[in-house]
């Protein structure tokens, strides 16, 4: 749904903008690449997300791309939506995934490309410095496209899961990656629960080689391992224990339990392979 405001240096805003968006118009088009020759039928397959399918995991990507456009180009106009969005706070997204999927495969991914494209042209127009409406704090241009390519790849990964596809992980993962280490005390709150006061130390190694570093070097509480682990987790795509991510000190143990980078109750969340395997043992 919406991400923690990036808050990007004056005048670095406009590159950081382009920047951002490129990648999500990269994000986008290699989703776009597993389900835009599917047939009927397999968008109608079940994906990992409960009661959702491929044609749910793009509508939903449809309507929030068009809930980000009336944001950007109508405050007035998604005001009106959001009011109506959160009168069912808990059901609404479920909602809207659910309407677009009626929608004939045809007709939802032409949707969702004419969407997407209107939102990219509204982004790149839009005032430096302005800040647009959200279901929660106002968000930068630069943190609509991040929370757009966090939730592209978060559904794209389920869609990939249901298609038995293994997408090579990109350095766009550090967007993700920024959302879930920076939404650390969100993950807290939305479970009603008291964050820890100390900052934590997050080194993540990139698919590019890079190391990316996040907190004072001397904290206490650390999380180490591979970035595209870390955001699997984040998004809640995985299980703890199936991930090679390491935590030292208790809390920040407990919060690789309960990571979450997206906004909105936390959901279920995935079981355990590991468990999967010992069941069948």
């Known amino acids: 749904m919406s991400d923690v405001p990036i808050a990007a240096p004056a005048s670095d805003a406009a590159s950081t903008v382009t920047v951002v968006l490129d990648d999500l118009r990269d994000e986008s088009a290699e989703l776009d690449g597993l389900v835009g020759e599917l047939s009927a039928e397999r968008w109608a397959v079940g994906t990992p997300a409960a009661g959702w399918t491929i044609a749910h995991q793009i509508a939903h990507l449809a309507w929030t791309d ?61 005032p430096a410095g302005a800040r647009f409406p959200w279901y929660g704090p106002p968000m930068s241009a630069a943190s609509v496209a991040t929370a757009r390519i966090m939730e592209t790849w978060a559904h794209g990964q389920d869609v990939a899961d249901t298609l038995g596809v293994r997408r090579a992980p990109t350095d766009r993962l550090r967007h993700v990656a920024r959302i879930g280490v920076r939404a650390r005390d969100y993950a807290y709150a939305v479970r009603g629960l008291t964050p820890p006061a100390e900052e934590f130390r997050v080194e993540l190694h990139a698919p590019g080689g890079d190391l990316w570093t996040y907190g004072p070097e001397d904290a206490a509480q650390r999380v180490t391992g591979p970035a595209l682990d870390f955001c699997l987790l984040a998004t809640r ?42 069941d069948g043992e």
């Open 66 to 126: 068009q809930a980000a456009l009336l944001a950007v180009t109508d405050a007035d106009a998604f005001a009106a939506h959001a009011a109506v969005a959160l009168k069912s706070p808990d059901t609404f997204v479920d909602d809207g995934a659910r309407e677009g999927a009626e929608a004939p495969p045809g007709e939802l991914l032409a949707r969702w490309r004419e969407g997407r494209e209107a939102l990219q042209r509204a982004l790149r127009a839009a």
């Open 237 to 278: 795509r995985v299980h703890r224990d199936d991930v090679a991510v390491r935590a030292e000190g208790p809390d920040a143990e407990h919060w690789l339990t309960i990571a979450q980078a997206f906004a909105g109750p936390p959901g279920e969340g995935r079981a355990s392979t590991k468990s999967a395997e010992g």
